[in-house]
């Protein structure tokens, strides 16, 4: 057992690591969206990233000889990567058009606290007091932050209902991502969830083809970015930490990237925060340290599947030990 007991110690870390990685990317795709979305229409720039991120998934999974999914998981993966890589996309990037930032910011963080109601439910992980304070503290910052972003407050019904669809496909998405990853790995999930949204977004095809033309050299790389780092690589170090962890713990996590968002304006974009801001920055990160806090009779990890190891290198069919 003591010999377990550093490999469990490191594959925490990891974990967090991923998680690290996943929100300061996801972070940086507020950035990028701005550029990218005035030169490009919200299915055509959902169509661009996803292309770019399957391609580099592919390539990935080219070069790790990563199979095919399991029976199992394809209606998990199907049914996430319709709804988060495809639906939620589309409608966040269209409903950012019709409203200000700082409205959709807020509207779009309700997903994190659907997330754990839902896992909590379906998956039964249950609602611990430090998750669902730790969400109520976060989301007190979120909406703290959203107004330090608003402008003149104007919101069209449409960009308001369409910041609502964002925020049901993003913790719909989460929510079914979890037991595909109980039968494929990571890498399998995502690389074929995006290839389900990229496919959904065909109908985007003559947009796509039309706006690159005229589209500046920043917009587009600024598509390509958004594709192959918020969306190829934080999406696969999001799944890596969702498995080891519930869907509610890892979306409150995600509750760093408004303060992020606050930080990268001002190093970036030159935006220099409010009080308001700041004050919301911080009220996000101390909400994600107390829903992330577990007495200590509650320290032990989650249990994991016997396989984890073996699906993390995206083999299907591998059996390994499980970690302790």
């Not at 490009?40 to 790790?64: I, K, N, W």
């Not at 209606?75 to 200000?100: C, H, K, M, R, T």
């Not at 369409?162 to 999930?189: D, E, F, R, S």
């Not at 992330?292 to 032990?300: G, K, L, M, S």
């Amino acid at each position: 057992m003591s010999a377990d007991a550093p490999d469990s110690g490191r594959q925490k870390w990891l974990a967090l690591g991923a998680a690290g990685v996943t929100v300061v990317l996801w972070a940086s795709a507020f950035v990028s969206i701005r550029s990218a979305g005035e030169a490009y229409s919200p299915g055509a720039l959902t169509l661009g990233r996803l292309l770019a991120a399957v391609l580099a998934l592919g390539a990935v999974c080219l070069v790790r000889r990563v199979g095919w999914p399991s029976r199992a998981a394809w209606p998990w993966i199907a049914a996430s990567g319709f709804l988060w890589f495809g639906v939620y996309n589309v409608a966040l990037n269209w409903g950012e058009q019709e409203v200000d930032a700082g409205t959709a910011a807020m509207l779009v963080n309700i997903a994190p606290l659907l997330v754990a109601l839902i896992g909590g439910r379906m998956l039964g992980e249950g609602l611990p007091r430090t998750l669902l304070a730790g969400m109520g503290l976060s989301f007190l910052g979120a909406v703290v932050v959203g107004v330090s972003m608003s402008g003149d407050g104007d919101a069209s019904a449409l960009g308001v209902l369409l910041c609502l669809v964002a925020a049901v496909t993003y913790a719909a998405g989460v929510v079914l991502q979890k037991p595909a990853l109980g039968h494929a790995g990571p890498l399998q999930v995502v690389t074929f969830s995006a290839l389900v949204g990229l496919v959904a977004a065909l109908p985007f095809s003559g947009a796509l083809v039309s706006e690159i033309a005229d589209a500046p050299a920043s917009a587009t790389l600024n598509m390509i970015y958004l594709g192959l780092f918020p969306t190829a690589l934080a999406f696969t170090t999001w799944a890596y930490a969702l498995a080891r962890t519930t869907a509610g713990r890892m979306s409150a996590t995600t509750y760093v990237v408004p303060a992020l968002v606050v930080l990268m304006s001002w190093v970036l974009l030159g935006e220099v925060p409010g009080l308001f801001g700041l004050l919301g920055g911080a009220l996000c990160l101390a909400g994600v340290a107390v829903s992330r806090y577990r007495p200590r009779t509650d320290a032990a990890p989650p249990p994991a599947d016997a396989a984890v190891a073996a699906r993390d290198a995206g083999q299907p069919g591998e059996v390994g030990q499980p970690a302790r």
